[in-house]
């Protein structure tokens, strides 16, 4: 049984916001904190009670504030220590729980910190990071290259898992352990409700299995962050990239009280063979795989994270979803993923049902993993057909402005926008959604709206209905005497003859009205009430 805590954190809606660029409002083109604070009742209408907000802390920006410069600042862009204070206040006056972005693999190459580590081999900072005469091993940085820079004023190499800008902090050395715990408390006792943690699976290196992730003393780090008195009401996710039960079971388990969730990231490689190939996956392929975890999670006590897209990928729907039937298709995946039992985490703009947009150069593009493969590309094939696969995997896709209206910049800014706004701003933006008959916003809306009225939807049992390659997804959500069958049919019309969907219609994204209708039309997606006991 899952504990009272965990239960709670099943009824978080949580919505991902990448602060650079979700509102501007003070007209430099970047996203900020009094930007976030103007739109949380933009966010409360849609049925959020949490927000994950990306990086914010100083930093130089190689890599969009995973390169924290100063963990107890914000980044100039963003605003001040007092902006951030009146957030805090601000959401917790709605009743809403405010997560932030740690990011504790690695630091800026402008940490103190790390400035101080490359002056010499015997100062109090100097095992802080990974130094080497000569690199003990062919690592390769995330973004490309090796992991190994060399440092002219140390003389020595260090080890950089993604940008030679962000230095691989070395946990084996007390005082980071020490230093991170500090700062874990101090936005603790700022009042924030949460962390999302980021590749925590690197802090631990296992060099001797040649593994840049998953070490020996992985969990006693993770365990010295969060099982402590002062951080155990605290919701904690893991970006973690491991498919493997026993080590989910590791890092998430209540009775180990380190983390309360993991981000797990098998569903979403459905439609690529890799990031950067372009190709197209089946919404059969999507419940296979969710079918799976959030029934084998539930029966071992684990909290799974429910999420279709983030900052890191083009958007789902360009895998996943129709062009012929962009809202049923959106709507589709949002009833299927989200009325599951588990952690619901948004992304911005994904309420909007975006597709990826598309450029004719790569000056319109600003991600340095990006920037970086379109050249390694560009070495093997022609610069269109780089750029074909830029435009699919981009990270830049989920990064551009929040479109907010059809206004020049999607409303985004009265300045320029720090990168360009979407191609189809002008058709895909919230204005225009609110305007249809066939809004994604309100769909997602009534969805939000399901979860928190329902028992059932939050911690009710998952069974599925529909079997494994099945063109349908199906499954019943129960809790006492009430249960919820939810259908969505994929692509093509068809009878489903599903005795478990009857009683009362909760949602439908056409209209239906007759219950025992057993035509499901393409994307068509039904939710059933009723009380087993009447
Ligand atoms: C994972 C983050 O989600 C990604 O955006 C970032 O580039 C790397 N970690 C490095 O911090």
């Known amino acids: 049984m899952l504990n009272e805590k965990h239960k709670n954190f099943l ?62 600042d914000i980044m100039d862009e963003f605003g001040t220590m007092a902006d951030m204070r009146r957030l805090i206040d601000e959401m917790h006056k709605r009743d809403m729980k405010l997560i932030l972005d740690l990011v504790p693999n690695h630091t800026s190459y402008e940490h103190t910190w790390f400035q101080e580590s490359r002056k010499s081999r015997d100062n109090p900072y100097s095992n802080y990071y990974y130094w080497f005469d000569t690199p003990p091993n062919d690592w390769e940085s995330m973004f490309g290259g090796t992991a190994y820079a060399f440092d002219e004023t140390r003389g020595q190499y260090y080890l950089h898992s993604y940008t030679p800008q962000q230095p691989d902090l070395n946990w084996n050395e007390p005082g980071v352990v020490k230093g991170m715990q500090d700062v874990v408390d101090f936005w603790v006792d700022m009042g924030v409700d949460g962390f999302r943690i980021d590749v925590i699976d690197q802090i ?16 006693e780090f993770i365990q010295a962050l969060f099982s402590r008195e002062k951080t155990a009401h605290l919701f904690t996710v893991g970006e973690c990239w491991t498919g493997e039960l026993d080590e989910i079971h590791r890092h998430i388990h209540q009775d180990r009280q380190e983390l309360s969730t993991l981000f797990q990231f098998g569903h979403l490689n459905y439609g690529r063979e890799d990031k950067f190939t372009p190709a197209k996956g089946s919404l059969t392929q999507l419940w296979n795989c ?12 684990l909290l799974i994270s429910l999420f279709t897209d983030n900052h890191d990928n083009g958007w789902m729907l360009e895998r996943l979803g129709s062009k012929e039937y962009p809202y049923e298709s959106a ?60 435009n699919f995997g981009s990270r830049d896709n989920t990064r551009r402005p929040f479109c907010w209206s059809g206004q020049e910049n999607g409303g985004f800014t009265t300045g320029k926008p720090w990168i360009p706004v979407h191609s189809d701003y002008k058709s895909c933006n919230l204005e225009a959604d609110l305007g249809s008959e066939k809004s994604v916003w309100r ?6 709206h399901l979860r928190k009225t329902h028992t059932a939807l939050r911690v009710g049992s998952f069974e599925p209905l529909a079997l494994r ?40 994204n056409y209209g239906r009205k007759k219950k025992n209708d057993k035509k499901y039309e393409p994307y068509e997606v039904a939710v059933f009430w009723r009380k087993t006991n009447g």
Not at 443 to 448: G, P
Not at 487 to 495: S, T
Request: glycine share 8%; proline share 4%; net charge negative.
């Open 11 to 72: 009824g978080w809606n949580i919505y991902q916001i990448y602060p650079r660029s979700f509102f501007d409002a003070n007209g430099d083109g970047i996203g900020d904190l009094p930007g976030v604070i103007e739109k949380l009742d933009y966010l409360k209408e849609l049925g959020i009670n949490a927000v994950w907000l990306g990086p914010c802390f100083k930093s130089p920006n190689f890599d969009n504030g995973y390169d924290v410069a100063d963990y107890r």
């Open 469 to 508: 390659d099945a063109s349908y997804c199906a499954y019943t959500r129960t809790a006492g005497d009430e249960q919820i069958t939810v259908v969505c049919n994929f692509e093509k019309a068809q009878e489903l003859d599903i005795p478990d969907a009857c009683g009362e219609i909760l949602l439908s």
């Open 204 to 219: 631990s290196k296992d060099f001797e299995g040649n593994r840049n992730c998953f070490g020996p003393r992985l969990h």
């Open 331 to 390: 709507t589709c995946i949002a009833a299927m993923m989200y009325l599951m039992r588990g952690v619901c985490f948004m992304y911005q703009g994904q309420e909007l049902g975006m597709f990826n947009p598309h450029y004719d150069t790569i000056k319109e593009f600003d991600d340095i993993e990006s920037l970086n493969m379109y050249r390694q590309l560009c070495e093997t094939m022609s610069s269109v057909q780089a750029l074909d696969k830029i």
């Open 290 to 301: 969710m079918r799976y975890w959030v029934k084998t999670m539930e029966e071992q006590d």
């Open 443 to 448: 769909f997602y809306r009534d969805v939000l």
